[in-house]
């Protein structure tokens, strides 16, 4: 009997789940995850590390360790979310294999206190990939300017990377010539192209909880009927644009030499409004050739009771363009809200990551009582 997420996946969307910790590993609860619900992947950023360092006595001894070792917080962050990756990457090498690389995957972000600075960003990506040692970590970047030269660099020095924090069409066209600028370096540097994988994290749902927001305030009917279409018209326009930047000459040349395409990754899909459907963000974003993924309350309705079809992205594309023409004409700036989100979504990175540093702060303090 067929179930929503193996329809999800059968239309071509890699379900990956947006939560990592050292229970979860040690529980063996991955196993029902990839064997029932098509879970092929992983997604982290600080907030889940944190949350799961304040769960259970999963990472007493390591910090107990780190802590006799004299290690200072930033070495004990380091050591404990490599040490996670490494072992989910383990848990779904299978998957890697099987899919040449393109699942499989587990994600780790780069301090986002580096942001904004690109040499940073460049050597704490290397600095990662050479601590976690395996060929399916994906390095998280922020989508900045500042972070475009980074995603270059990084993938021509042979690393996969996701590109996160995506909010603007505009912004997803320079990630995508960064790319494909970071696969013509890795060819000239020697990489296999082959190895080298790539998705661009596209946030969904925050667009919504922002447009929404206005539209209430604006408070018409015109603008009512508008509310929870946003996200779903935004990220279907990136699909478009991914569609036409790899048809593009300029790609069939790496393609000829065995890239695979980066892939737009719907991020951002737990559903912020419950006047909305819970499972919005996922049956409304189907299509080839995309990544899913999912916190896990998401991810269990979408099991339970999502109603999947083939494609719901394909022919959207004059809707969705339409769509932000009438909140442009309501006074909603499209541009306004992007950059706005961007600048939230790294302070909310930061936020995350200085809760990260204190909550192993407190445990190193308490290993030494």
């Not at 206190?113 to 040692?133: C, F, M, N, S, Y």
């Not at 060929?135 to 021509?156: C, H, Q, R, W």
């Not at 951002?268 to 996922?282: A, Q």
């Not at 950059?339 to 303090?365: I, M, Y």
């Amino acid at each position: 009997m067929t179930t929503p997420t193996a329809e999800l996946s059968r239309a071509g969307v890699s379900i990956w789940l947006d939560d990592l910790s050292r229970e979860r590993i040690n529980s063996g609860a991955f196993k029902h995850l990839i064997e029932d619900l098509n879970v092929v992947g992983v997604t982290t950023n600080p907030s889940i590390f944190a949350a799961a360092l304040k769960q259970g006595e999963s990472y007493a001894s390591q910090v107990g360790a780190l802590s006799a070792a004299g290690a200072d917080v930033d070495q004990a962050v380091f050591d404990i979310t490599t040490h996670d990756v490494s072992q989910a990457c383990d848990l779904f090498a299978e998957e890697a294999e099987r899919s040449k690389g393109v699942d499989g995957r587990v994600s780790i972000e780069v301090d986002p206190r580096l942001a904004r600075d690109t040499e940073g960003t460049i050597a704490e990506a290397k600095r990662l990939h050479a601590k976690v040692q395996r060929t399916n970590v994906l390095i998280k970047i922020p989508a900045t300017v500042e972070g475009l030269e980074a995603i270059s660099a990084t993938l021509a020095a042979g690393i996969s990377v996701n590109v996160t924090l995506i909010f603007s069409l505009e912004r997803y066209r320079a990630v995508i010539n960064a790319f494909m600028q970071g696969l013509e370096q890795a060819k000239e540097n020697g990489h296999d192209l082959a190895d080298i994988h790539s998705v661009a994290s596209f946030f969904v749902s925050r667009v919504d909880t922002e447009i929404d927001s206005r539209l209430d305030a604006i408070g018409t009917e015109e603008a009512t009927s508008l509310k929870g279409k946003a996200g779903l018209a935004n990220a279907r326009l990136a699909y478009q644009i991914f569609e036409e930047q790899f048809s593009s000459e300029r790609w069939q040349v790496l393609k000829d030499a065995g890239a695979a395409p980066q892939r737009p990754l719907w991020a951002s899909t737990g559903v912020k409004d419950p006047d909305l459907p819970d499972t919005l963000y996922v049956v409304g974003l189907v299509a080839e050739n995309v990544v899913n993924t999912m916190p896990e309350k998401t991810l269990d309705a979408t099991a339970d009771h999502g109603v999947v079809e083939r494609d719901t992205i394909t022919g959207t594309y004059e809707e969705s363009n339409e769509i932000l023409n009438r909140l442009d004409a309501l006074g909603v700036s499209y541009t306004e809200v992007v950059d706005q989100l961007e600048t939230e979504g790294l302070d909310k990175f930061v936020a995350s990551w200085a809760e990260l540093l204190e909550t192993v702060q407190s445990a190193l303090d308490a290993a030494k009582e």
